[in-house]
């Protein structure tokens, strides 16, 4: 299970004194803590894959306000987290792979314009859930309606 997976992970990095690793783990740990004791149940694989995105969407965000601040030493700590965390993700798409789902469901709900986009999305969506970033996807929909 991933969860112990991240446990053990977490472990060894405070074996080898990996100060980001170890402090991205236990971020990690605590987030699936907060998840499991919000829903009352014990975190999937898949909930994990979800939280996982959501601290790196966190991290991305962190990136980009350090970086205006001219804080990039603050922003190096935050790639680096963001690196540690993207190893328990699934292995992401390819613009290609995420253009031919996208395709699929275009045509499966008969989508000519950018005005149906919020009903490819829907659709789309779930299919790709923790395979491929939100903006990417929604970016490359739009892309495929405007044409």
Do not use: C, W
Not at 51 to 60: C, D, F, M, N, T
Request: aromatic share 2%; hydrophobic share 40%; glycine share 4%.
């Amino acid at each position: 299970m991933l969860k112990e997976k991240i446990r053990e992970d977490m472990k060894d990095a405070m074996k080898k004194r990996e100060e980001v690793r170890l402090r991205a783990l236990r971020l990690l740990i605590n987030a699936i803590k907060q998840f499991e004791v919000d829903q009352m149940k014990e975190a999937s694989d898949e909930d994990i894959h979800v939280i996982v995105s959501k601290e790196i969407k966190k991290r991305q965000e962190s990136i980009e306000a350090y970086e205006k601040a001219g804080r990039t030493d603050l922003a190096e700590e935050e790639k680096q987290e963001l690196e540690v965390l993207s190893q328990y993700l699934p292995k992401q798409l390819t613009d290609e792979e995420i253009r031919a789902e996208a395709m699929k469901v275009i045509d499966q709900v008969g989508a000519r314009s950018p005005a149906d986009l919020g009903k490819v999305m829907r659709e789309l969506m779930p299919k790709l859930k923790g395979r491929a970033d939100g903006k990417k996807v929604n970016r490359i929909v739009m892309e495929l309606l405007n044409n």
